[in-house]
Each structure stands twice: as C-alpha cells, then as structure tokens.
C-alpha cells in the first residue's frame, strides 16, 4: 500500500484527506492518504524516517519552509518559489513542485468576463507566490498587501478609495476567515468596491468567508478556493505518477 499525506499546521479542517481517500477507494487503488499535522517544520525529520511515502502535499505554513527537506525543484516550483506537492522519487530523492498555480489559474479564467489590468495579493506567504506568478503569466499587473511595511508592498492601511478601484481582481491568499474563526477577514475598505470587483478567497472552508460576503454585498463577483482546490489535488495525483 503506497502512503500519502499532507503536511500542515492545524491541518483538522483540510480537504485533501477526505478528498483522496475518496478517489482511492472509488478507483480501487491500494493507498491511504494521512495529515502530518505538525507544530514545527523539524518534526518533518521524524515523518521521513518513519514513513514510507509515495507523495505529499503541502499547505500553511510550510509551503517556503519545505525547501531545505528537499533534493530538487521542479522548474515550475524554483520560478514561483514556493512548494505544495512533494514527490518522492524511485532513486530515494525528494522533488518539490507546485500544482497551486495550475489550480489558481484554471479557476480563475472561466470567472473572468474580461482580463484586468491590475489586482491585489493580500497576504506575503507562500501561497501568495503562485498567484503572483499567475498574474504575471497574465500580464496583470499586481501588488501584494500585507500587516508590515515593506518596499514595493501596500499595507492595508494604505488602501484608498482610488487603489481599490483600479484593482479589479482582489485575491486572499491569508488564511484569514477560514473555519473556526469565520468571522474574520482581511482588512480592507470594502465599502469601494463594485460590481467591476472580482474578488477571489483561497479560502474554502466555509464556503462563502466574510471577506467573500462583504464583496458581494458590494455587487462584486465572488469565488472561493474550492475548485482551485480540486485542480491542484488532481495535479498532485499526475505528478505523484508521472513516470
């Protein structure tokens, strides 16, 4: 039975565990899917030793924290700088790619009535790198927003009325307002947005977050990490047996 998992931090309320035991047992596929839920990166050391993985997935917040466990990069996963699919290869080296750009872009288009010149990235983590290597691939121009003050980097704070309208796109790659805590949001001045707004939540349990809700009280369209979810899980399964 080949092993596979994901790696994480408070990882309970994850999709993925469900998700591909799921898939094994409807594809009658002899393998079992686990959560690593660990409170610190250097436990990884502990799971490598004692488990026999085929694979792995990899999510908050060890998607950056991951790279010194690995042997090599993908060039996807080295160009976007950020990793959330581990596989384990026939010669015993670790690889590092990244499915999350494949699974942000393919949701993202069908939603978009047309292309935006510019978008916002809320949050600097490393899910945050695969959306920004997907507006550049798209050629929107972007810029991250986040708690600090960094060069080339808004806070939200900073945010004005004139900001947000010339950013139509608004992607939350924080985990803010996923469940338990569903009341939280990013902090942003909702009140600007309008129905030219797209605003797209990494997020997806729950369903509709605050950050979700507040944009759609504002007319703007509203899509959740869910399907993105799914397409980066299915690309995890192509890697883990690509030959």
């Known amino acids: ?43 990884l050391k502990s799971v490598f030793k004692n488990e026999k993985l085929s694979g792995m997935n990899v999510t908050i917040p060890y998607k950056e924290a991951i790279f010194p466990f690995l042997d090599k990069l993908s060039p996807e996963a080295k160009a976007i700088g950020a990793v959330n699919v581990v596989k384990f290869e026939d010669d015993g080296t670790i690889t590092g790619y990244n499915s999350d750009y494949y699974g942000f872009k393919n949701s993202l288009l069908p939603l978009l009535k047309k292309m935006p010149k510019k978008g916002l990235i809320l949050g600097t983590g490393g899910a945050s790198k695969a959306i920004r290597h997907t507006f550049e691939s798209l050629d929107i121009e972007y810029t991250f927003v986040s708690r600090s003050k960094k060069e080339g980097q808004l806070t939200y704070q900073e945010l ?29 001045p909702y009140e600007f947005l309008t129905k030219e707004h797209m605003l797209f939540d990494l997020v997806y ?12 009280e504002q007319g703007a369209s509203i899509l959740n990490g869910a399907r993105m979810l799914v397409l980066q899980a299915e690309k995890s399964w192509d890697i883990w047996n690509e030959k």
């Open 205 to 216: 349990n729950p369903e509709k977050t605050t950050f979700l809700q507040k944009g759609e």
């Open 160 to 188: 004005t009325k004139e900001i947000i309208e010339e950013n139509l796109l608004i992607v939350n790659s924080t985990p803010l307002g996923t469940f338990p805590k569903i009341e939280d949001c990013p902090d942003i």
């Open 1 to 43: 039975m080949k092993t596979f998992g994901l790696l994480g931090k408070d990882i309970d309320y994850s999709f993925s565990r469900g998700y591909f035991n799921d898939f094994f047992k409807k594809e009658a596929i002899d393998a079992v899917y686990k959560n690593f839920d660990l409170q610190d990166i250097n436990e």
